[in-house]
């Protein structure tokens, strides 16, 4: 499977964007679905993810996104977006999305994910 990640940009605080993560190959619904970000000089961080149909299309979020951030997962069109509001100047990072068969309980784990996109820029001014 591959990855494209779209939707980045600049944004005052307060405001939105919604991340795209276009996927081909693979039926996108058997993957778990995971967004992540890494901000300049900082770890590679979980922001969310989503689970594969067979565990019900479960989400988890990262405690510093929850109630602003929310996933979710379009089959027919294998993609998978990161909606973003009331956005931060603390959430300005590159934003990453990625794949995993492994064990939904190890979602939140970068090492987990196999298959990575290439990365969209997130900036929030304040």
């Known amino acids: 499977v591959q990855l494209q990640a779209s939707g980045g940009g600049l944004v005052q605080a307060g405001g939105s964007l919604r991340l795209s993560c276009a996927t081909s190959g693979r039926t996108l619904s058997n993957f778990h679905m995971g967004w992540f970000r890494q901000a300049p000089g900082k770890e590679r961080e979980f922001v969310a993810a989503?689970?594969?149909?067979?565990?019900?299309?479960?989400?988890r979020y990262a405690d510093s996104v929850k109630g602003r951030f929310s996933i979710s997962r379009d089959n027919a069109k294998k993609t998978v977006y990161l909606q973003m509001d009331s956005l931060k100047p603390e959430d300005t990072a590159v934003y990453y999305c990625?794949?995993?068969?492994?064990?939904?309980?190890?979602?939140?784990?970068?090492?987990?994910?196999?298959?990575w996109g290439q990365g969209t820029q997130v900036t929030v001014s304040s």
């Open positions: 990625a794949v995993t068969q492994i064990l939904w309980a190890y979602a939140e784990e970068a090492q987990r994910y196999t298959t």
């Open positions: 989503i689970s594969r149909r067979s565990y019900g299309d479960s989400t």
